[in-house]
């Protein structure tokens, strides 16, 4: 009888109930090792999930909008000749280590029943003061791993109402230790989290028609870390100008260069160039505060991450190493990245390692705007759309195509005189079109 092989969920980090975007083979496909089976949608990043082995599909456990975890089955899998010698190898070599084993695993059910009415005598109490009750919908929702989900359980908190400091605004032990020492304090109110006061709710219906939509996945999770950033760093937006008539002139004198080499230069291509040339000359904007606010970890790479307008909303690919590649290798890596986020196949890697943000509103409009921090990065330029403007030269005034610069940035490390500085920089490379080429 063929061997069959129940394929499932490898280690996707700490991940849990992830959708399923596309499911990529059927029932009676024969698929190689390594062959895709299913495309995940996680933190903005989708995800394909191999085949372990060659062989066959023999039956398909899974569907579209199904929602996935560590070991969860996905297919069963008839393993070609080769790999069903490889499966029966183990077994045949330690028959008699099987019995023993069993054993074992039988017992340890018994041991932990033993242990358990131990464990619950020393749950940590719950703090004096009233925590707000846990919301299980919104508790399953929150952006945490597994052990802080734990822990969060054993001291009563719900994790919708904590507001997450991680990576892309996940949770950690320390945001919950932080929640619960607000409530013992007085400063957190049910509803509401960090002692922040509570948005009253409102029924909207009791004034017109409405309808409800839930937030996609994208708003779901840049939303909390858009917040902590917002409250966690203190921002001041240093606004500027650069003369980019010269620039745009060289700009559309090498689009056809540009175009051999597959590569489309944009205004943000020379952007991008010129932040990583600024990053160079002063490197406090390509630094961040250590996590407990006593150091200064400065960057010996520059990665510069830019915001892209998808469908389901922003999302922010990285261009690595932009200081050692020229306006064409940017060019590329901007068309690629941008194809990707709209496509919805970005991977992880491709929004993690940034330094410096850039958000560009050029091909919409608008004059300034206050883009927020990136944190744990220290700025992010804003750039606006372009306009044509009289410019004094001394003598009169010249028509002369000005790009309106907006750097927000955390005073906590940068001052207003740096920002000032750094904007100031940054118009002069913009204007000195040959400091971008050469």
Same mark, same amino acid.
């Given at each position: 009888?063929?061997?069959?092989?129940? *394929?499932?969920?490898?280690?996707?980090?700490?991940? %849990?109930?992830? %959708?399923?975007?596309? /499911?990529?083979?059927? #029932?009676?496909?024969?698929?190689?090792?390594?062959?895709?089976?299913?495309?995940?949608?996680?933190?903005?990043?989708?995800?394909?999930?191999?085949?372990?082995?060659?062989?066959?599909?023999?039956?398909?456990?899974?569907?579209?909008?199904?929602?996935?975890?560590?070991?969860?089955?996905?297919? /069963?899998?008839?393993?070609?000749?080769?790999?069903?010698?490889?499966?029966?190898?183990?077994?045949?070599?330690?028959?008699?280590?099987? $019995?023993?084993?069993?054993?074992? %695993?039988?017992?340890?059910?018994?041991?932990?029943?033993?242990?358990?009415?131990?464990?619950?005598?020393?749950?940590?109490?719950?703090?004096?003061?009233?925590?707000?009750?846990?919301?299980?919908?919104?508790?399953?929702?929150?952006?945490?791993?597994?052990?802080?989900?734990?822990?969060?359980?054993?001291?009563?908190?719900?994790?919708?109402?904590?507001?997450?400091?991680? /990576? $892309?605004?996940?949770?950690?032990?320390?945001?919950?230790?932080?929640?619960? $020492?607000?409530?013992?304090?007085?400063?957190?109110?049910?509803?509401?989290?960090?002692?922040?006061?509570?948005?009253?709710?409102?029924?909207?219906?009791?004034?017109?028609?409405?309808?409800?939509?839930?937030?996609?996945?994208?708003?779901?999770?840049?939303?909390?870390?858009?917040? @902590?950033?917002?409250?966690?760093?203190?921002?001041?937006?240093?606004?500027?100008?650069?003369?980019?008539?010269?620039?745009?002139? &060289?700009?559309?004198?090498?689009?056809?260069?540009?175009?051999?080499?597959?590569?489309?230069?944009?205004?943000?291509?020379?952007?991008?160039?010129?932040?990583?040339?600024?990053?160079?000359?002063?490197?406090?904007?390509?630094?961040?505060?250590? #996590?407990?606010?006593?150091?200064?970890?400065?960057?010996?790479?520059?990665?510069?991450?830019?915001?892209?307008?998808?469908?389901?909303?922003?999302?922010?690919?990285?261009? =690595?190493? #932009?200081?050692?590649?020229?306006?064409?290798?940017?060019?590329?890596?901007?068309?690629?990245?941008?194809?990707?986020?709209?496509?919805? $196949?970005?991977?992880?890697?491709?929004?993690?390692?940034?330094?410096?943000?850039?958000?560009?509103?050029?091909?919409?409009?608008?004059?300034?705007?206050?883009?927020?921090?990136?944190?744990?990065?220290?700025?992010?330029?804003? /750039?606006?759309?372009?306009?044509?403007?009289?410019?004094?030269?001394?003598?009169?005034?010249?028509? =002369?195509? &000005?790009?309106?610069?907006?750097?927000?940035?955390?005073?906590? *490390? *940068?001052?207003?005189?740096?920002? @000032? =500085?750094?904007?100031?920089?940054?118009?002069?490379?913009?204007? %000195?079109?040959?400091?971008?080429?050469?």
């Amino acid at each position: 009888m063929a061997d069959k092989i129940e *394929i499932k969920v490898p280690d996707i980090g700490d991940f %849990e109930n992830v %959708e399923i975007i596309d /499911v990529l083979v059927k #029932a009676g496909d024969t698929v190689e090792k390594e062959t895709p089976l299913i495309t995940l949608e996680t933190d903005k990043a989708a995800m394909d999930i191999p085949s372990p082995a060659a062989g066959k599909i023999v039956e398909l456990k899974v569907g579209n909008g199904d929602k996935v975890s560590e070991g969860s089955a996905i297919a /069963v899998l008839e393993a070609a000749a080769e790999e069903k010698t490889e499966t029966k190898k183990p077994d045949e070599k330690k028959p008699e280590e099987k $019995k023993p084993q069993a054993q074992k %695993e039988e017992a340890k059910p018994a041991k932990a029943e033993e242990t358990k009415p131990a464990e619950s005598k020393s749950e940590p109490a719950r703090p004096s003061a009233d925590l707000p009750a846990v919301n299980e919908e919104t508790f399953s929702k929150a952006h945490a791993s597994p052990s802080v989900r734990k822990f969060a359980r054993e001291l009563g908190v719900d994790l919708g109402k904590v507001t997450g400091s991680g /990576v $892309k605004g996940r949770i950690t032990h320390d945001d919950v230790k932080g929640f619960v $020492k607000s409530v013992m304090r007085g400063g957190a109110v049910a509803g509401g989290g960090a002692g922040l006061p509570q948005v009253r709710a409102v029924d909207f219906a009791k004034f017109g028609d409405i309808e409800t939509k839930p937030l996609n996945r994208i708003k779901k999770i840049s939303g909390p870390h858009l917040h @902590a950033s917002w409250v966690n760093v203190p921002h001041v937006t240093q606004h500027d100008e650069a003369d980019i008539t010269d620039l745009e002139t &060289m700009r559309k004198a090498l689009k056809s260069d540009a175009e051999k080499v597959g590569a489309k230069l944009t205004p943000l291509t020379f952007v991008i160039k010129a932040c990583a040339q600024a990053l160079q000359e002063f490197p406090d904007f390509n630094s961040s505060l250590s #996590a407990d606010g006593e150091s200064q970890v400065f960057k010996k790479y520059c990665h510069i991450g830019f915001a892209v307008d998808t469908p389901n909303g922003l999302v922010v690919p990285v261009v =690595r190493d #932009a200081d050692k590649k020229s306006i064409f290798d940017i060019g590329k890596d901007l068309g690629e990245l941008s194809e990707k986020a709209r496509d919805g $196949k970005l991977k992880a890697a491709d929004m993690q390692g940034g330094c410096f943000s850039i958000s560009s509103l050029g091909s919409i409009g608008g004059t300034y705007f206050t883009p927020i921090v990136n944190a744990p990065e220290v700025a992010i330029l804003g /750039v606006s759309k372009a306009q044509m403007k009289p410019v004094w030269n001394g003598k009169k005034f010249m028509p =002369r195509l &000005m790009l309106p610069l907006s750097l927000s940035y955390d005073h906590r *490390i *940068i001052d207003g005189a740096a920002a @000032a =500085r750094f904007t100031s920089f940054l118009a002069e490379v913009l204007a %000195e079109r040959r400091n971008l080429v050469l």
